[in-house]
């Protein structure tokens, strides 16, 4: 992996981080879906090398099944 591709796995990790604090009025299950749409979207990116395609849809796989585990 090379360093611009650490560097966006590192910046995704750290948004998500940052976002997650704002989630406290939200349901256990929007944390839930929140959680697996950024887990979704780096491993998305890390598994595609990077590519945008590859990112949004992990995001969306992660935030469905985030979504699921909590109903």
């Known amino acids: 992996m090379n360093s ?3 560097l966006a796995v590192h910046a995704a990790a750290v ?3 940052v976002g997650l604090v704002g ?3 939200m349901s256990a299950q929007d944390k839930s879906t929140a959680i697996g749409a950024g887990v979704g979207a780096v ?3 890390v ?3 990077g590519s945008a395609a ?3 849809g992990g995001a ?3 935030g469905v099944i985030g979504h ?4």
């Open 15 to 17: 948004t998500v981080l």
């Open 23 to 25: 989630c406290a009025g």
């Open 60 to 62: 969306a796989v992660g």
């Open 43 to 45: 491993g998305g990116s």
């Open 68 to 71: 699921e585990m909590k109903k």
């Open 47 to 49: 598994l595609t090398g």
């Open 54 to 56: 590859g990112t949004i």
């Open 4 to 6: 611009i591709q650490k």
